[in-house]
């Protein structure tokens, strides 16, 4: 699966090391432009100020040097012609078109009308959904990369973490479930 990870999945942490956990066990190739990124580490920045950016520019290039092929450049022409509700998201749906990818991984599915996307042979998935499927085909994987990403928040923190709410808070209700039984 060829998935253009969207900039509001890769900030939140948990969220993005379980993605791209994921990708490195080979379930995903994960697509990015250094547009999506930017905006990763401006709202990195908003949030949480400048050391929070300096972070988050270190993570981009740690990724794009384990992903170099991931990195898509749109074609500024090709987005002219496309239209998302969101015009903020159209170069997502560039990106998607440029590499080729068949999905869009976003927490913001209502900017990603399925009939706009199906034209262009693109869905757009919630993470929730999309981790759970990939748990479903291949469980080992998956817990191997929520076990690590649950042990990195609890180091980060210096304190245990319950597995289950961490899951929630980053909004992957499902998968917590799962991995949770």
């Known amino acids: 699966m060829k998935a253009v990870l969207d900039a509001c999945v890769l900030y939140p942490t948990v969220l993005r090391q379980i993605l791209i956990g994921v990708a490195k066990g ?3 190739a994960p697509i990015w432009s250094d547009r999506l990124l930017e905006e990763w580490a401006r709202t990195a920045a908003r949030r949480g100020g400048a050391g929070e950016e300096a972070e988050a520019r270190g993570q981009i290039a740690v990724l794009n040097a384990q992903f170099p092929e991931a990195m898509t450049a749109a074609d ?3 987005e002219a012609a496309l239209w998302l509700p969101d015009a903020g998201d159209v170069h997502v749906l560039a990106t998607a078109i ?3 990818a068949d999905r869009i991984v976003t927490l913001n599915l209502k900017d990603f009308p399925r009939r706009e996307l199906a034209a262009h042979g693109v869905t757009a998935d919630h993470p929730d959904a999309v981790l ?3 748990w479903l085909d291949d469980a080992c994987i998956v817990e191997r990369v929520v076990a690590d990403a649950h042990r990195a928040f609890e180091a980060a ?4 973490a319950d597995l289950r709410p961490l ?3 980053a909004r992957l209700p499902r998968l917590a479930k799962a991995v949770s039984v």
């Open 26 to 28: 080979g379930l995903i």
């Open 76 to 78: 500024p022409g090709a």
């Open 98 to 100: 440029a590499a080729g």
């Open 132 to 134: 759970y499927q990939l």
């Open 157 to 160: 923190q210096g304190a245990p």
């Open 167 to 169: 899951l929630k808070r």
